[in-house]
Each structure stands twice: as C-alpha cells, then as structure tokens.
C-alpha cells in the first residue's frame, strides 16, 4: 500500500491518507506551510469522506443526506476546493438554485465562516461530515457550530489550515486538547514535504520570506508567535539612499491623526520590483483642511493621478479628499497580509528610504514590534508604518491583480 501511494503523493500525503484509512479518528487537522501540498491531499480526502458518508446514508435508508462545505467566503470555496477539485478529478460540481453541490447522492451545503452569517447556512441541519477550508480564519462559533451539526454517528470533519498564533482558539481547543475523547488527529506538513514542487523554486520562497514569525509558519509549519522588532530585517545603512532614480510610479499611504500622529508617505516603485519611500509628512494636532493642502503639494510634484490608499477609519476625511479632488481610495486594511508585503520587499532588497524625505520613519521603525499574546503588532509607534502598510499592500495587490488578468483575458 505505501509503495502504491506514494507513487500518486508525497510521503506526507501518503500519510494523511493512510491515517484517513485506519485511524478512529472525529477531527482530522490537516497543518502547516504554504504550499505543502495539504490542500491538495484534503480535496482528496473530502472526495473520500463522501463516499464514506453517501454508503452510511444508504445503510440507514436517508433520502436527503446532508454534508457541509465550509471556507472563508463563497470565492474560496470556489477557488480552493470546487475548482482544485474540478481539474483533480474531473469532477464537474455545478451548484443548484439553493447554491448547493451535489457528489454521490449527498448534498453537499456551502457554509461561510468568515463571519457569524454562516450560521444560517447550517444551524439545524444534521451533517454526516464537514471540509473545513481555512479553518485559522473561521470564526469561532461558526466553527463550533459545524462541529455540532456533524452528529450523525461516524460523522467525520476534515480541515485545512495555514498556522496562527500558538493562542489561536484552533490550537488551545483542538490541536493541543490532551483529552482522547475529542478524537482529534493532526498532521503537521511544510514546504519541503511537498516534494512535487521545483528545488529552486522552493529555495526562491524561503529566500524571499521574511525572517522570523513569517519564516516559521509559512515555511516550517509551525504555530509561533512574533519575537522583537516586526521588520527585523530593515537594514538602515544599506536601505538608505540619497538619490532617487528618475520614473518612478508614484502612490501614497495616509494614516489620519488629530490626538495621535498622522502621516502621509509618498511612494514610487521602479521597473525592477523595488520601492522607494520617496517622501514622509507625520504631524500631530492638524485638521483635515491642512492635510488636504499636503497631499495637494504632494499632487503638485508627483503628479496629478497619484493615488491615496486611506484608513478608512475616517469616512469623514475621505470625503474631503475627494471633494479637493484628490484621487481616493479606502485602504484594505488586512495588518498581517499588510505587513507581510512590505517584509518581503524588505527581506529579498527591494525596499529603500530616500534619506532626504523622512522624518519619523526611523523611530518607528525599530519600535514597532510583535504582540507575543496576540500574535499582531502592537498598536505604538505605529502611524507612519500603516501608512506604508496601506500604501505597499493595495498598490502591489492592485498591479498584481492587473498583471493576472491581463494574461487571461
């Protein structure tokens, strides 16, 4: 059996399924790096588990077996399993008017757990199994939910997950519950057990990946909280510059303040992957009339079209901006994502300061660090570093989303 599964997967793949097979298990917690091949292996197992369930539905003569499907939003339910599925297997899953699949006679009930909504989806129902995709992202209750809802006796509940931090609800409660009774198997995956992926691929993404807590759980696998500084490594004497090279693309961050700091960052990005923090402007105690006069300023040097990415904290504000007729955008603010964008650029050289431009980015710098309890940054020393956030994370994720699409259609 070993030597016939791992001609089809990896050793780490092969164990899953060999575990799926014997093991008297409730839980199984799929964990670990990025790109480990753990959702790939748990499409797998899902296609099995309702195979399983559809042959004890028929044993106890139920017309309407039930099982539900559950990831962060509709888009990635879609994209991780329904389509991974589709070009796995061949397996076509079209969805009815409900929005429900249907495989091997069950029917098959999408459930959101981004937020508390996806309850609706489930709560009455009686599961003979559930695939949790994501499972770090679900909200707590809706994920107790589901494990409540699986009560059909036998009922299985398959997950995936990338790691979080140590203190994360998934890890307390289930991952490290010593009690035997909550029948709970996990299996921990990184990214050189995927042994499918090219080597120098593998050794791009661990080049490029920030030191530290990134490192840790994006390549390792391992649930860990952030130690230290948050850009551990922002090298100053190499990172800083006194010219600036000519056609640059231009956009900027804002950070409002009025009690605390605000600050506007203006950014410009070269033909060669790097990104320059070309102009800070940080001050305390200044109504939005005069940060409306900086970003003009700003609109004067660096052009007319150059976007604001704002925090959308202050709708208020935003509003002004657009009245002045400055082009405004409400910032994405998702702090980890955020911040693992401009740790990359960081960590692989590709960020720099113009030395001439800044003015409290040094402070802050090496006193923004990681919240050990919560597994975030600490919410100090911190203004001019979400304006970077804001400014780095939604240009780059917006000339990335243009570059895809620009291939396919």
Request: glycine content about 6%; proline content about 3%.
């Amino acid at each position: 059996m070993t030597a016939k599964l791992t001609n089809l997967f990896t050793e780490k793949q092969a164990m899953a399924i060999k575990t799926y097979l014997n093991d008297d298990f409730r839980m199984m917690i799929l964990t670990g790096a990025i790109r480990s091949g753990k959702t790939f292996i748990n499409n797998y197992l899902f296609v099995m588990d309702l195979k399983r369930a559809s042959q004890l539905a028929k044993k106890l003569d139920d017309k309407h077996p039930q099982y539900i499907l559950a990831g962060y939003s509709s888009g990635t339910i879609y994209n991780n399993i329904i389509s991974s599925i589709s070009t796995q297997f061949g397996l076509d899953l079209k969805p009815d008017k409900h929005g429900h699949y249907h495989l091997f006679g069950m029917d098959i009930v999408p459930a959101y757990t981004g937020n508390s909504r996806g309850l609706g989806a489930i709560r009455g129902m009686t599961s003979y199994g559930a695939y949790v995709n994501e499972a770090s992202l679900a909200k707590q209750e809706v994920f107790q939910e589901i494990n409540q809802r699986c009560s059909v006796t036998g009922s299985h509940i398959i997950c995936d997950t990338n790691p979080d931090n140590p203190q994360h609800w998934l890890k307390v409660d289930y991952i490290d519950n010593p009690d035997p009774n909550t029948k709970t198997v996990t299996i921990n995956f990184t990214i050189d057990d995927n042994t499918t992926l090219a080597p120098d691929f593998v050794e791009r993404i661990k080049a490029s990946t920030p030191s530290g807590m990134f490192y840790d759980r994006n390549i390792r696998g391992l649930w860990v909280s952030g130690e230290g500084i948050v850009y551990a490594d922002f090298d100053k004497e190499r990172m800083t510059i006194d010219e600036l090279p000519d056609d640059l693309h231009y956009y900027c961050g804002v950070d409002w303040g009025f009690e605390h700091l605000g600050s506007i960052t203006v950014w410009g990005d070269d033909n060669n992957g790097n990104a320059y923090l070309v102009k800070e402007v940080t001050a305390q105690h200044k109504f939005i009339a005069w940060w409306v006069e900086q970003a003009k300023k700003v609109q004067q040097e660096y052009g007319r079209n150059v976007i604001f990415y704002v925090d959308s904290a202050r709708p208020d504000n935003y509003a002004e901006f657009v009245k002045a007729g400055i082009r405004t955008v409400n910032a994405k603010k998702d702090r980890q994502a955020g911040v693992e964008s401009v740790a990359e650029l960081i960590k692989t050289g590709n960020f720099f300061v113009y030395s001439k431009g800044v003015d409290q980015f040094y402070d802050e710098i090496y006193q923004y660090v990681w919240d050990e309890r919560t597994g975030e940054p600490i919410k100090e020393h911190d203004h001019v570093m979400d304006s970077m956030r804001y400014a780095i994370f939604n240009e780059h994720k917006k000339r990335l989303a243009t570059t895809v699409s620009s291939r396919f259609f």
